[in-house]
């Protein structure tokens, strides 16, 4: 009896732990080639994306960038467009996460902008970032936006910028609870109690 105790009290704590961590790890990208790695020649043409003429690609270090509009200046403004298609596989909460940059400005190079939206064929415009500089050194940072997403719809994220670039896009189910990943913890738990009231009536 003592080990059936024992291995009931052990089941409801790993059922008890297995319930805490049962939320799922965050899912892989929906997005292809969200880090800028793969495209068809030396400066332009990036794998699984649409884009406009003024997008280039940006190597530094290694490290793949998406520029957009990256050679405009005040006399010649330039404005790079790139966006890419995804389906959303179930309705929940999504991270979409991506680095950006804006290149230093002055009176000569003019100013630099980068904006990005999600979009779908039905609802509004979702704006993830919009900002601009006029002067000033480069400046840099990580997006995130927490969006919630209906069901088996296509989306299309785009990035319309001037003297900027992008990398690392990433589109994600946030992780949530499992349904009932509790319920082996409630019927552990009553088993137990079950256990100790027929012990109480044997004593």
């Given at each position: 009896m003592?080990?059936?105790?024992?291995?009931?009290?052990?089941?409801?704590?790993?059922?008890?732990?297995s319930s805490s961590?049962?939320?799922?790890?965050?899912?892989?990208?929906?997005?292809?080639?969200?880090?800028?790695?793969?495209?068809?020649?030396?400066?332009?043409?990036?794998?699984?994306?649409?884009e406009s003429d003024s997008v280039t690609r940006n190597n530094i270090s290694g490290n793949n960038w998406a520029g957009?509009?990256?050679?405009?200046?005040?006399?010649?403004p330039l404005s790079g467009i790139i966006?890419?298609?995804?389906?959303?596989?179930?309705?929940?909460?999504y991270s979409v996460s991506f680095d950006w940059l804006l290149r230093a400005v002055n009176s000569t190079v003019g100013s630099a902008s980068l904006s990005a939206i999600l979009t779908s064929g039905s609802g509004p415009a979702v704006t993830l970032l919009s900002?601009?500089?006029?002067?000033?050194?480069?400046?840099?940072?990580?997006?995130?936006?927490?969006?919630?997403?209906?069901a088996l719809t296509e989306y299309?994220?785009?990035?319309t910028g001037s003297r900027a670039r992008i990398d690392n896009v990433n589109v994600a189910a946030v992780p949530g609870p499992i349904a009932g990943a509790g319920l082996p913890l409630l019927l552990g738990l009553a088993g137990y109690g079950a256990f100790r009231r027929r012990k109480a009536v044997a004593a």
């Amino acid at each position: 009896m003592t080990f059936v105790k024992n291995a009931l009290a052990a089941g409801a704590v790993v059922t008890l732990l297995s319930s805490s961590i049962g939320p799922a790890l965050a899912a892989d990208n929906l997005l292809n080639n969200g880090d800028f790695g793969i495209y068809t020649n030396s400066t332009t043409r990036f794998s699984d994306w649409t884009e406009s003429d003024s997008v280039t690609r940006n190597n530094i270090s290694g490290n793949n960038w998406a520029g957009l509009g990256f050679g405009s200046t005040a006399a010649n403004p330039l404005s790079g467009i790139i966006s890419q298609s995804f389906t959303a596989s179930f309705a929940g909460t999504y991270s979409v996460s991506f680095d950006w940059l804006l290149r230093a400005v002055n009176s000569t190079v003019g100013s630099a902008s980068l904006s990005a939206i999600l979009t779908s064929g039905s609802g509004p415009a979702v704006t993830l970032l919009s900002l601009s500089k006029s002067s000033g050194g480069a400046t840099s940072n990580t997006s995130v936006t927490s969006v919630q997403l209906a069901a088996l719809t296509e989306y299309t994220i785009e990035f319309t910028g001037s003297r900027a670039r992008i990398d690392n896009v990433n589109v994600a189910a946030v992780p949530g609870p499992i349904a009932g990943a509790g319920l082996p913890l409630l019927l552990g738990l009553a088993g137990y109690g079950a256990f100790r009231r027929r012990k109480a009536v044997a004593a």
